[in-house]
Every structure is written in C-alpha cells, then in structure tokens.
C-alpha cells in the first residue's frame, strides 16, 4: 500500500425544481404511468430550465458537497466534472464549474464514460490524490439530457432526467483508506448500443440528421439490459474478492439508477436483500453520471451509513463502460 489514501468526507446533490411525472408523458407520447412503471419503476424526473446548464446542476451540488465538508472552494487542487452532456464541445465544463464557485487553486478536467462516468472518476479522483500531487478534490457527476432527448420516441425521452451529485475527496494517511479495491471495464465492440451519433467528428451535424434526430439519444435496451446486469455482478465479485469482504458484510449496494430491473437483478444475482440495495430511480429517472453520487449524497444526509461501514458501488454505461468500486465510509 502506498503512502496515501482516500475519504470521502462531504456530499452535496441537486435536482431542478421542475418535475415532469409519468402523467405528464402521457400527453406528450404514447404511453402511460402504469406502462412506464411496470417496465422502469420510474415514476417522475427533474428536468433543468433552458438557463440551466449542467454546469449550473454541477455548481449547485458542488456547494452542498463542500458545505458538508466544512471546506471553501479555495480549498479544492483537482475539479473532476465526470458527464455525457457538457455545456459545450470544449472548453471542458470542469472549467466552467471552478469560474462558478471561484475554485482558482483546482486544477480542472472532464470525464466521459457515460453512466458509469463517477466511477471512473472515482478512480482517477483517487488516484491523483495518493500520488500526493493533490489534496482534495471534487467529484461531481453532473448531466443535462433532456437536451439529448427525442422527445417524440417513448422508448426513451421516459427514462431520463437531469440532475448532479458531487463528492469531496480528501488525501488521509492509508491507514485510513477508503477505496478499498476498484474494477472498470469497457467493451467497444458494442458502442453502437446505447449513445448519440451526431455531432462529433465521425458525424458532423448536419440539416439533415438533425431531421433524422441523430443528434438524439438511441439505445437497443434489450441488448443492453443484458450486458449490464453481467458485468455489474462480474465487477462486484470483482471487487469483493480482492478486498477480502464478503456481501453480507456489505451495508448497502448502490448500483447505477437505470432499470428497476437491472436494479434488482444486480442484486439477485449477488445475493443481497433488497432493503440494502439502494433506489431512488422512481423520483430521479436515469440521470446518468449523476445517479450514484445524488445516492451517495442521500444515503449520507439521511443517515442511513455509519463510519467504516461498506458500500459497494457498480455501474454500466454506454462505450460500452462498466466498474465498481468497494468504499469503507
């Protein structure tokens, strides 16, 4: 073990005011609350003002997360902003979030790994900080995709909101580590699946594909339904067996907030009781990079985890990307 390790030592989470319920969907595809719920347990979504971009989702998290942290922006060295849908191209929306909160000491930087992006970050977070160039840092999950929406294809404008999480990591001697072993994973033999086509540069925008709705969300959810409850299980085992902790030594298992099926067949299949695996997807939605930290963030101000309890943490995302990662708190 190295000289370092990391804590997580304050969370912060925000959602924006509006709130578009399966009821309101009903008038704007065709579908209904109890199709929706039966097939996501989803049954409302935040959805971000047009002023509001994710870096003001970011921003506001952040505040929460450094509140709780008894720390003031000055204090953060490294912004990692981990997101699928940034303010814009570049420059990155790390940068947009230190000029918000006046972070001037923070080096700053994006992620894109989609939903699985805080863990990804985590990692990184994590691992720039033990080499002891960094000290504390802030890890936000933040997205916008209801700007990433086709809002006439029910198949998927049901499933997702805005939202942002954010974490302060802080430098602590390795006797007091809190990341006790990681797993990411990536197959791009299935990038296809689930993302945007247009708008880079393999698909430059164009009149005709914004008709075509290119620059919109497309996902095989059968395909991806399957994929992911694997290698969520496969990363948790992963993780457990490297740190020598078994599941019923875990306190909660915080999976990535998709699918309440995914959901609880992660846990099935890791033999978990439901009441220890945590959901709040009915009145989040899919908020991509953001489930797992707004979880986090929930889980802490609730006070439903103790010092050095375990938390497990898996998530899957388009790329395709997956990981998990076994936390004492």
């Known amino acids: 073990m190295g000289q370092y390790g990391v804590r997580i030592v304050g969370t912060g989470s925000y959602a924006p005011p509006k709130v578009l319920t399966n009821h309101d969907l009903e008038e704007m595809v065709d579908t209904s609350d109890e199709w929706i719920l039966a097939r996501t347990g989803i049954k409302t979504r935040h959805i971000a003002a047009d002023d509001q971009p994710t ?41 947009f ?4 909160l006046g972070a001037t000491n923070a080096a700053c930087f994006s992620l894109e790994a989609a939903c699985s992006g805080f863990v990804y970050g985590f990692q990184v977070a994590s691992g ?20 990433l929406l086709d809002w006439t294809d029910r198949t998927t404008c049901i499933l997702f909101g805005d939202g942002a999480g954010a974490a302060v990591l802080r430098r602590v001697p390795s006797d007091d580590n809190g990341l006790l072993a990681c797993k990411l994973g990536a197959n791009g033999e299935f990038a296809e699946l689930l993302g945007v086509p247009a708008g880079g540069t393999a698909m430059p925008l164009t009149h005709e594909r914004l008709d075509q709705r290119l620059n919109c969300l497309q996902m095989k959810g059968r395909e991806v339904f399957r994929l992911a409850v694997n290698a969520m299980v496969e990363s948790c085992e992963s993780v457990m067996a490297d740190a020598g902790i078994s599941i019923d030594q875990v306190r909660w298992l915080v999976p990535h907030q998709a699918n309440t099926r995914i959901i609880l067949g992660v846990g099935k299949r890791l033999g978990i009781p439901t009441e220890r695996v945590f959901m709040n997807l009915d ?29 497990l943490l898996t998530a899957f995302g388009g790329g395709l990307t997956w990981g998990a990662l076994l936390l004492r708190w």
């Open 97 to 100: 979030l230190q000029r918000k």
């Open 283 to 311: 009145r989040y939605g899919n908020t991509s990079a953001a489930t797992i930290p707004i979880a986090l963030d929930e889980i802490a101000r609730g006070e439903l985890v103790s010092k050095d309890d375990y938390v």
């Open 55 to 95: 870096s003001s989702l970011a921003y506001e998290a952040s505040l929460k997360a450094l509140e709780a942290a008894g720390m003031a922006p000055d204090d953060i060295d490294l912004i990692i902003v981990a997101t699928s849908s940034p303010d814009c191209i570049f420059p990155n929306t790390g940068c």
């Open 128 to 147: 720039m900080l033990q080499s002891g160039m960094f000290e504390n840092a802030l890890l936000v999950g933040a997205e916008k995709f209801s700007t």
